[in-house]
T-cell receptor, first 111, second 115 residues
């Protein structure tokens, strides 16, 4: 079956612009995570959605970051007024029991 | 301060030999540990996991060992194959099951298996 998909695969934006990153999880998976991986760093947790519960936003680095999950499926991560330090690969994962299935990521470059 | 540490950024092994990737953690509340493999331009893929009630879990060529007293786990790959060349991430969770708690990842170890 189809895995987790993310779009766009690459995004280059100018400093100060807003960007939206999309994640389509595996159908039926109730939990969805966003992570980012900066150069030379491990995966950094950003936000977690579980069913209809309030999302766990404890990993968001600033109030410029926000995420939504509509209808318990597709999720959008929005970064407002992008900064150069936001450049990273943004990964989405959906979860079945104790296994996370990752998408291919969106490489964001802020110039 | 890093809670999950992979102190070796890279490892090179000859095909057919054993690869040992190490991971240390600092938070004694972690009770579930996972290894992920990541190829370039792809998302990480789940490899193997272990809960704190065990000290070993084996799946084919992959074995994960957990030493709770030392807060240390390791991934053994034997025999190593060139297709195993990838970045390996260690991850830990404070509750059993990735969907119940946030995973904390190490920085990864790049494994190169030479033919």
């Amino acid at each position: 079956g189809a895995g987790v998909s993310q779009s766009p695969s690459n995004k280059v934006t100018e400093k100060g612009k807003d960007v939206e990153l999309r994640c389509d999880p595996i159908s039926g998976h109730t939990a969805l995570y966003w992570y980012r991986q900066s150069l030379g760093q491990g995966l950094e947790f950003l936000i977690y959605f579980q069913g209809n519960s309030a999302p766990d936003k404890s990993g968001l680095p600033s109030d410029r970051f926000s995420a939504e999950r509509t209808g318990g499926s597709v999720s959008t991560l929005t970064i407002q007024r992008t900064q150069q330090e936001d450049s990273a690969v943004y990964l989405c994962a959906s979860t079945q029991r104790d296994e996370q299935y990752f998408g291919p990521g969106t490489r964001l470059t802020v110039t | 301060d890093q809670q999950v540490k992979q102190n070796s950024p890279s490892l090179s092994v000859q095909e057919g030999r054993i690869s040992i990737l190490n991971c240390d953690y600092t938070n004694s509340m972690f009770d579930y540990f996972l290894w992920y493999k990541k190829y370039p331009a792809e998302g990480p893929t789940f490899l193997i996991s272990i809960s704190s009630i065990k000290d070993k879990n084996e799946d084919g060529r992959f074995t994960v060992f957990l030493n709770k007293s030392a807060k240390h786990l390791s991934l053994h790959i034997v025999p190593s194959q060139p297709g195993d060349s990838a970045v390996y991430f260690c991850a830990a969770s404070g509750r059993y099951g990735g969907s119940q708690g946030n995973l904390i990842f190490g920085k990864g170890t790049k494994l190169s298996v030479k033919p």
